[in-house]
């Protein structure tokens, strides 16, 4: 079985400081987890994605995430957030061979105030 | 390419009616998916489809049908519409994984009301 747990429903930073948007996985097979980006009235995009090759893995935008398997946890950061970040933040986890089903966590709100 | 594109965007349904959502994917992906999100929560996968003419339950088909006659679509048919099937409903597609971890691209979604 998997399950993400994201930590925060909603995250308030100022333009220019960090951003850090936390998740927590659960899985039973070795995983791929990826963060996706909702802008309003908006279909998903994805930002990153890991597939047990570098932990470091860098997305689009700026964004990059860390896996930690020793802490279940796969963190969203950015040096500095842009007004145009604010926006509905999901991660989500699925196995990494055979068919994938994706498992969403519950998303994290992003407000950017200038 | 338009990538995956939905219709309705919006429509709004009286208890008991039926329709159709339409979902159309130009990037030859065998994979395909439909999800809802409800306020406050991730998706949930309703039925997805490994190519055309073979398509499986997800976590929420109850009050769901689907078919896939082609690989570009993948309808979604709502029979009896009851108020608990108000949400923003998303379709995605993906190329056929080997090893998982193939991105999903989604449509830009179909917001559905029932009263």
């Known amino acids: 079985a998997q399950s993400v747990t994201q930590l925060d429903s909603h995250v308030s930073v100022s333009e220019g400081t960090p951003v850090l948007l936390r998740c927590n996985y659960s899985?039973?097979?070795?995983?791929?987890l990826f963060w996706y980006v909702q802008h309003p009235n908006k279909g998903l995009q994805l930002l990153l994605k890991?597939?047990?090759?570098?932990?470091l893995v860098k997305g689009i935008n700026g964004f990059e995430a860390e896996f930690k398997k020793s802490e279940t946890s796969f963190h969203l950061t950015k040096p500095s957030a842009h007004m145009s970040d604010a926006a509905e933040y999901f991660c989500v986890v699925s196995r990494n061979t055979g068919f994938q089903k994706l498992v969403f966590g519950t998303g994290t709100r992003l407000l950017v105030s200038p | 390419n338009a990538g995956v594109t939905q219709t309705p965007k919006f429509r709004i349904l009286k208890i008991g009616q039926s329709m159709t959502l339409q979902c159309t994917q130009d990037m030859n992906h065998n994979y395909m998916y439909w999800y809802r999100q409800d306020p406050g929560m991730g998706l949930k996968l309703i039925y997805y489809?490994?190519?055309?003419?073979?398509?499986d339950k997800g976590e929420v088909p109850n009050g769901y049908n689907v078919s896939r006659s082609t690989t570009e679509d993948f309808p979604l048919r709502l029979e009896l519409a009851a108020p608990s099937q108000t949400s923003v409903y998303f379709c995605?597609?993906?190329?056929?994984?080997?090893?998982?971890?193939?991105?999903?691209?989604f449509g830009p979604g179909t917001r559905l009301t029932v009263l």
């Open positions: 995605a597609s993906s190329y056929s994984v080997g090893y998982g971890g193939d991105e999903q691209f």
């Open positions: 489809s490994v190519g055309a003419g073979i398509t």
């Open positions: 899985s039973s097979y070795s995983p791929s």
């Open positions: 890991y597939t047990s090759a570098a932990t």
